[in-house]
T-cell receptor, first 114, second 110 residues
Framework: NAGVTQTPKFRILKIGQSMTLQCTQD?????MYWYRQDPGMGLKLIYY???????DKGEVPNGYNVSRSTTEDFPLRLELAAPSQTSVYFC?????????????FGPGTRLTVL | DQQVKQNSPSLSVQEGRISILNCDYT??????FLWYKKYPAEGPTFLIS?????DKNEDGRFTVFLNKSAKHLSLHIVPSQPGDSAVYFC?????????FGAGTRLTVKP
């Protein structure tokens, strides 16, 4: 049981490049999330999904896209990288939205856009 | 709109003493709160939680207190150990989302 895995761990992009951050969970959780964490700030929600085929925007969705074709995978796409997207990205999953169901996080992807 | 606030970015305590981490919230709709712990280069991991119908929840060295009238909760760690050095996030579920505070970096000195 690997939990939530993310790849890559680190990436440097040039302005205007694109990339996909991968996220996989093996806990059969319905809910999956993408957060970004900037220095000194809390986690901000980018996108989330409540099940395969269903996604919705979070607090800071601009510049990102997601898809959820399977329960296990929830990739995050950056189409035209900008310096403002330099951040640490965390994927998380959760069994349901019931309050006592905590989120399980991946180890994060540190992205730098130059 | 930061609905969950942790106003102390850092805290340093001596090994064996008590660590108290604070969290304030503004949204009266929150009815459950969680604390997460984060080590460098790792994702946050769940530590302890509390429902709004309680004012205290204890798990070993960790106790969370909730004061609903003040919209304030605190995490007590007794006794503090060097392995507790990490960033601690306060969080509250809201619909499909989880709202996080900015975190407090705890350093426990041997």
């Amino acid at each position: 049981n690997a939990g939530v895995t993310q790849t890559p761990k680190f990436r440097i992009l040039k302005i205007g490049q694109s990339m996909t951050l991968q996220c996989t969970q093996d806990m059969n959780h319905n809910y999956m999330y993408w957060y970004r964490q900037d220095p000194g700030m809390g986690l901000k929600l980018i996108y989330y999904s409540v099940g395969a085929g269903i996604t919705d925007k979070g607090e800071v969705p601009n510049g990102y896209n997601v898809s959820r074709s399977t329960t296990e995978d929830f990739p995050l796409r950056l189409e035209l990288a900008a310096p403002s997207q330099t951040s640490v990205y965390f994927c998380a999953s959760r069994r349901s939205r019931v309050a006592y169901n905590e989120q399980f996080f991946g180890p994060g992807t540190r992205l730098t856009v130059l | 709109d930061q609905q969950v606030k942790q106003n102390s970015p850092s805290l340093s305590v001596q090994e064996g003493r008590i660590s108290i981490l604070n969290c304030d919230y503004t949204n009266s709709m929150f009815d459950y709160f969680l604390w997460y712990k984060k080590y460098p280069a790792e994702g946050p991991t769940f530590l302890i939680s509390i429902s709004s119908i309680k004012d205290k929840n204890e798990d070993g060295r960790f106790t969370v207190f909730l004061n609903k009238s003040a919209k304030h909760l605190s995490l007590h760690i007794v006794p503090s150990q060097p392995g507790d050095s990490a960033v601690y996030f306060c969080a509250a579920p809201l619909g499909n989302d989880m709202r996080f505070g900015a975190g407090t970096r705890l350093t426990v000195k041997p």
